[in-house]
């Protein structure tokens, strides 16, 4: 049984009434044990202040006559407070949906708002949108207690500190930060691919944003600065793509790999920013033989370019 403050005060004023007119005789010894073995065990809690809370405790410890009795008043209860199991930092990337959560507890016929802090503007009041974004919505099923902020299509402009309020006064606020980051494709491994020649090029690139409906999103492959061929005389080039609400992924592949297959190659989304890797087709090379030959190649050089700017150099010295 909960035990609310109008609860208490009835309880205790209807006790005084019988102790202060002796009003004591079968009817007290009545109802006594009935309100006494309701009460025990019971949680009792007090829409009042905490000094008001125990004072009533206290009092109606006395009424009750017993030693021992816990009554246990929460000052909190029946007092819109927010539930703290609420995250108060929420991450998601460009293009996806956000969920900022407020749950708020004992509101009666007070109203929760959502306001962003940045220009102070009340993006939702009740069930109501106050913004021409159709983006923002407030999510509030029956007979919750949650008035979660929704935002569609997130842009980097949405990033930010949103404030979900509820009038009381004075009004009380918690706040909820929002990061948006940007949405960049990947392409699994690392980011030097050395294969041998002759066998199987495979690329495959995640794009994780959400794309309503899937089949909007789109992924385009270059070699280079050209876009893969997939009808080339070549032949031997195909794309395996994967289309959910969740991303895309694409699998790009190159059968019988030869020397003029390697360079870069970047997947390109039409909602992130794109990946690259380096493809190394290799002519019965081991990959560490052509790396060392690759940075002794790059010493070199660069020792025929210090030596040719000094020469340069003395020679102007001279003149």
């Not at 073995?37 to 109606?60: C, D, K």
């Not at 703290?84 to 929760?112: E, F, M, W, Y």
């Not at 660069?302 to 340069?312: D, E, G, H, I, V």
């Amino acid at each position: 049984m909960l035990w609310t403050g109008s609860h208490i005060q009835a309880f205790a004023s209807h006790y005084l009434d019988l102790m202060c007119h002796g009003k004591v005789g079968n009817k007290r010894r009545y109802l006594f044990p009935v309100q006494r073995q309701n009460i025990l065990g019971s949680r009792i809690y007090s829409e009042y202040t905490a000094r008001e809370a125990v004072y009533l405790r206290n009092l109606l410890n006395e009424i009750l006559g017993v030693a021992g009795v816990n009554v246990n008043v929460d000052p909190r209860a029946e007092r819109p407070y927010f539930d703290d199991v609420s995250p108060r930092n929420v991450s998601t990337v460009v293009g996806q949906s956000a969920v900022l959560r407020c749950r708020a507890k004992h509101i009666g016929n007070r109203t929760v708002s959502w306001m962003r802090k940045r220009d102070l503007h009340i993006l939702t009041s009740h069930i109501f949108t106050y913004t021409g974004d159709a983006r923002f919505s407030v999510l509030h099923p029956e007979p919750s207690d949650d008035w979660d902020l929704k935002i569609e299509y997130v842009q980097p402009r949405d990033a930010g500190v949103y404030e979900c309020q509820i009038n009381t006064e004075p009004k009380i606020n918690m706040a909820v930060v929002l990061s948006v980051e940007a949405a960049a494709a990947t392409i699994w491994g690392s980011q030097d691919v050395y294969v041998k020649k002759g066998s199987t090029i495979s690329l495959t690139c995640s794009v994780n944003v959400h794309s309503s409906p899937p089949s909007s999103a789109s992924v385009l492959w270059y070699h280079g600065n050209a876009v893969v061929d997939f009808d080339s005389p070549r032949g031997g080039i195909s794309l395996e793509t994967e289309k959910t609400e969740g991303g895309t992924t694409s699998k790009l592949l190159v059968t019988k790999a030869a020397l003029t297959d390697s360079g870069n190659y970047t997947c390109v989304p039409n909602n992130a920013h794109p990946a690259s890797v380096s493809v190394h087709v290799l002519n019965g090379e081991h990959p560490a033989a052509m790396q060392t030959s690759n940075r002794a190649s790059s010493f070199l050089t660069s020792q025929l370019s210090c030596a040719a700017l000094t020469y340069l150099l003395s020679s102007m010295a001279y003149r």
